[in-house]
């Protein structure tokens, strides 16, 4: 007999009758929430191995993938708040295990698998992604020797970023203390697992963005350590992060993660790589017995130098003395033509002054006397008046000749003087010259002018 569903019990898969008999109905919710609870009571949590075929982020933070070989394609997501966790950095291509529980996608009658854990699958898939991240850094010049910065030969103070319970930062502190005591600046961070590498980058920056003489000393050179470990240890000096912050220190930079053998892309990008975190220590500063010993051997040879330099000096003087001979013969000489010189002077000079006084008296024998000067002068301003005197009256009687008889000229041609003769000048009211009788018309109020007087006249 088939068996019936309860009433207080929701139907299941396993409870349809066998073939022939009279199956149970089902809504499409009522067997989407069978099949749904179907798949994740049997595969509650699997690990799925594939390649990642796509790979979207979207803006929620959620991450869409799919994973795929050679025979399907299981659809995927990460949910936000375990995007953050995963490790790695999901990328297309990408050969992968995750870790995660299969459940079904009712909307669309789809089945995905929610990932909770992903790692690289295999070693070699992991070494060839940091080998495409290692061309795509390089290919960005972040390795590019260029770059590279010098340490400084003595740095004040050591800036360590590491984890602060390791062995590496008791290394690097007794390797210090040994070889030249320094100031020490820790940055503690984790050096592996999840966040690690947001810790490192941000340790390098802080570092960086220090400033020059603030409460908190700016270090004069880095050192980023942590000790042996699997590749996947290691990871966390891989990332792009981590990278990018060590190559855009502006403080100079040794990278010591790992044993000799071991080497990770923080490597390329510091500014000197040191194949244990002991040997940082030895790089960053010298040996000061060392030191020492060689500013001792500086000063004995600086002072040997100096002797030597006295001693040649001495005997190149005493060269210098055989072949000048004894100064007061070379003086000799020299005196007796200054005698000489002084006894010729006076004589010199009197000869000098002789010559000079008479060539005064020829050139003023030569010389007039200033009462003539001034006479002549005064002679010849009164011949200039005179003549100006002269000049005005004859200028002045040419201009009253000319004015007179062009005065007579404008008389003789003036209208009235020809009224003198008989004649009269006819105007009309407004003043104009009436010279035909063309030019008046009947009813006009003319003017008369004669040589005596006007009179009013009308036309007719």
Same mark, same amino acid.
């Given at each position: ?282 790089? +960053? =500063?010298?040996? %000061?017995?060392?030191? &020492?010993? *060689?500013? #001792? ?7 040997? !130098? ?11 003087l005493a060269m210098l003395a055989r072949a000048l001979g004894d100064p007061a013969r070379a003086l000799e000489p020299l005196m007796q033509r200054l ?30 006397h200033p009462r003539d000067i001034i006479r002549l002068a005064a002679e010849r301003l009164l011949g200039l008046d005179h003549k100006r005197q002269t ?25 009235? +003087? =020809?009224?003198? %003769?008989?004649?009269? &000048?006819? *105007?009309? #009211? ?7 009788? !063309? ?22």
């Open positions: 007999m088939p068996r019936t569903p309860s009433k207080n019990t929701a139907p299941s898969l396993f409870d349809a009758p066998r073939p022939g008999s009279n199956l149970p109905e089902f809504s499409v919710g009522d067997l989407s929430k069978l099949v749904k609870k179907t798949m994740e009571d049997a595969f509650g949590q699997v690990r799925v191995r594939g390649e990642i075929g796509t790979c979207t982020h979207h803006s929620n933070g959620h991450i869409y993938i799919t994973l795929k070989d050679e025979d399907a394609i299981l659809a995927s997501v990460v949910w936000r708040g375990q995007a953050g966790k995963l490790g790695i950095k999901p990328e297309v291509g990408m050969e992968v295990v995750c870790t995660g529980r299969l459940t079904t996608f009712a909307g669309q009658s789809k089945y995905q698998l929610v990932i909770e854990g992903m790692a690289l699958a295999g070693i070699g898939a992991l070494l060839k992604l940091l080998e495409e991240r290692k061309k795509k850094l390089a290919a960005e010049g972040l390795f590019d020797p260029a770059r590279k910065q010098l340490l400084p030969y003595l740095p004040e103070v050591i800036g360590v970023v590491t984890s602060p319970t390791g062995a590496v930062i008791r290394d690097i502190l007794h390797r210090l203390a040994d070889r030249f005591p320094r100031r020490v600046l820790v940055w503690p961070v984790a050096v592996q697992g999840e966040g690690a590498a947001q810790q490192i980058a941000k340790a390098i920056d802080g570092f960086n963005a220090l400033p020059e003489g603030g409460v908190v000393p700016r270090p004069d050179v880095l050192i980023v350590a942590r000790g042996g470990g699997s590749v996947e240890d290691l990871m966390p000096f891989n990332e792009e992060i981590v990278v990018r912050a060590a190559a855009a220190s502006g403080i100079p930079l040794i990278s010591a993660v790992g044993h000799e053998t071991d080497t990770t892309l923080i490597d390329y990008a510091s500014d000197v790589r040191a194949p244990t975190p002991t040997a940082a220590a030895e790089m +960053a =500063v010298p040996v %000061r017995a060392d030191l &020492l010993a *060689q500013i #001792a051997d500086d000063d004995l040879r600086l002072h040997q !130098a100096m002797r030597r330099m006295v001693v040649e000096r001495r005997e190149k005698d000489e010189r002084a006894a010729r002077l006076p004589l010199a000079w009197r000869g000098y002054a002789e010559r000079r006084i008479g060539r005064v008296k020829e050139l003023g024998g030569k010389l007039r000049g005005w009256r004859e200028l002045f009687l040419r201009r009253q000749h000319r004015l007179e008889t062009v005065g007579n000229a404008l008389g003789h041609l003036s209208p009235r +003087a =020809v009224l003198g %003769r008989g004649y009269a &000048l006819v *105007q009309d #009211a407004s003043g104009k010259v009436i010279t035909s009788p !063309a030019q008046a018309k009947s009813g006009d109020r003319l003017s008369i002018e004669f040589q005596d007087g006007k009179l009013g006249v009308g036309v007719e």
